[in-house]
């Protein structure tokens, strides 16, 4: 546990060799990399996974963050452990966060790896966000004098109906994070990522569909797309083997 920029952040070490820094998704920590440990348990690799502010055993957010935030915390941690050369890895949020670094062109970035990475905005992200601000109007829905009876109930399908179980779980300022972070399209910023980078999707993504992939493959110029039928979200997971197996083909 150490501290970056006045939040308590875990991070732990697996390995020895090349550094590659993993991202975990919104929700998520950096247990989620478990399968990709395992996988290149035998490799000379040193697999840094962290717990990102606000998630897991790191620290809250002070305030509500961006995504500019959360890749200045990225920044700094790499600046404290004087990394150098690095294959960086992002899952969904992860991902999100990844591209906005690469997009800075860190010279650090050796490699980037996006595992059903988040940050292209589309049509049905207004419906998510639509859904997201009236969720944030529900306390003061139903504060009004007969409907407090029903709160719990309403709410629990209001979130179903609008998909925002996981703006329900956010507390504090995770909640405005949330939105901030949905509400910015990174599509612009794929033409300035420079670095190789590798695409990992499964074909039924229905969080960050399989044509999002196709987006960032299209706009990042030194970039190749992987695809894995019948996997969903969890490709990183799922599908941690062949994911391991071209990052040794990288090293």
Known sequence: MITIKGIPTLITFTGEGQ????????????????????????????IIALDLPGFGESGDLPIAWSTDDYAD???E??????????FLLGHSHGGRIAIKLASRRANWISHLFLCAAAGIRRPKHFKRCLGIYIASLGKSLFSIRGL??????????LYKLLMV???????GTLKQTMVNVINEDLTPLLSTISV???????ESDTMTPLRDSEIMNKKIVQSKLHTYP???????????KEVAGVIRGAL
Request: charged share 35%; aromatic share 10%; with cysteine.
């Open 19 to 46: 550094d590659l820094l993993c991202l975990h998704g919104w929700g998520a920590s950096h247990t989620s990399f478990t399968e990709l440990r395992e996988a290149m348990k035998n490799d000379p690799v040193r």
């Open 73 to 75: 915390h990225i920044e």
């Open 77 to 86: 941690l790499v600046r404290v452990l004087q990394l150098k050369d690095v």
């Open 148 to 157: 407090r009876f029903f709160e719990r109930t309403a709410r629990m399908y």
């Open 165 to 171: 179980h996981d703006y329900e779980k956010a507390e």
């Open 196 to 202: 190789p980078t590798d695409l990992f999707w499964g």
């Open 230 to 240: 019948g996997i969903r979200h969890r490709v990183h997971r799922d599908r941690a």
